[in-house]
């Protein structure tokens, strides 16, 4: 099992040097989103003159791990949402360590990591081949590259892990460690959405649809040499995981997690979700519109409603007006795409939800399960949407149950 302590990169025990590089990577991605140098300010008194050495060993462990460095400033004011959002889960001054909120140092006394050119390397190296380890890119069948990670077994049988559109890979991580224990686990990010060379940005336009969307699943089956696959979607994941399943028998089975559907008048939403379908409808207008909304979502009162252990993650899409822009297109689609359409999908489905989730309404998940041909819902008395997330030992228990029942016996898929 996992926790979500894993999933921050905190290591009791580890040095205050390899969790900074830890959190470097674990922010990766809004790093890489711009063009320009990303602000960060520390989370505990650091001196004047400190912050020299401290902007210094950001810089060469950024490097080392191949990552544009975050700037360090003074103060906070100022700082936009995501740049505040990377600053609090790098946690620079901390007396332990980054990635430790809560940690205090005695005013400007920061000590700064004395790290040798060796040592630097050999931190940022265990730093990338820390679970899930470093991303393989593999090619979409219309040719967009994604960045795709594998874990557990070869020869096990395979589950593919559908995360929510947007979000870096670092949000499903604790699924990916629990499950790949027993299972061929592999999982991507979406497509257009995140940086796959070397350089800043996420490269060209994409095709948004649902289609395009669903054919990575199987692009990312084809490009790990796996045949057929159990596929466990996770909010948004969800449409991608069932549009797959209705166009391809490598589908075996399906885990449908706290679904945000469209179901029409069949089932109600929340404010959140009305909401969020109203925003991403503006942002997908055009670039102008893009820009207008990143500039009021870019305010440090974005984060008032984010668990501060995953904004780094939910922001995002948000880092950008151009993330946002394309995060309209391709999450706009999922969310507006009709799927009752799609509740043909003859697999065994698991479909999950809560009476607590406040994010997507639970009365979706049950309308789903209620019309596909073969699914069995649970409805959990406790657990809000992110907590799907978090992967606690009762619902990988739940996951691993109905995955033991479809699986006859562990079988090679390549």
Sequence with gaps: MTSPATRTGVVPGASPGDTLARALLDTGSVLRAGTGRLRVAPTSPVSA??????????????????LPGPELVATSEGLTAP????????????TEGAGRPGDTAAAGNAVVPELDDRAVAETAHRARTAFPGPPLVLTARDGTPLRCWAAGPPDAPAVAVVGACGMPVGLTVNWLAALSTRYRVVTWESRGLFATGEGAGPGGPVDHSVEAQSEDLLAVLDGFGIARAHALGLCGGVVVALAAAARSERIDSLSLWHGDWELGDAAPKTTHQRDMESLLAMAARGPKQAAGLHRILSRPSTLDGLRPDLAHY?????????????????????????????????????????????????????????????????????????????????????????????????????
């Design 314 to 414: 939910l922001v995002h899409p948000y880092a950008t007006a151009e993330l946002l822009y394309r995060y309209g297109q391709l999450n706009g689609t999922l969310m507006t795409t009709d799927c009752r359409k799609l509740l043909t999908a003859h697999q065994p489905a698991l479909v999950v939800t809560s009476d607590q989730d406040t994010t997507a309404h639970p009365a979706g998940s049950v309308h789903v399960a209620r019309h596909l041909p073969a699914a069995e819902l649970r409805v959990l008395p406790t657990g809000d949407h992110l907590g799907a997330f978090d992967a606690r030992p009762h619902l990988v228990t739940l996951a691993e149950e109905f995955l033991r029942s479809v699986t006859d016996h562990p079988r090679k898929d390549t």
């Design 83 to 94: 740049e505040l959002a990377v600053g609090r889960r790098l946690a620079v001054g901390n």
């Design 49 to 66: 003159a400190r912050l020299p050495a401290f902007q210094s060993l950001l810089d060469r462990l950024s490097r080392a791990l191949g």
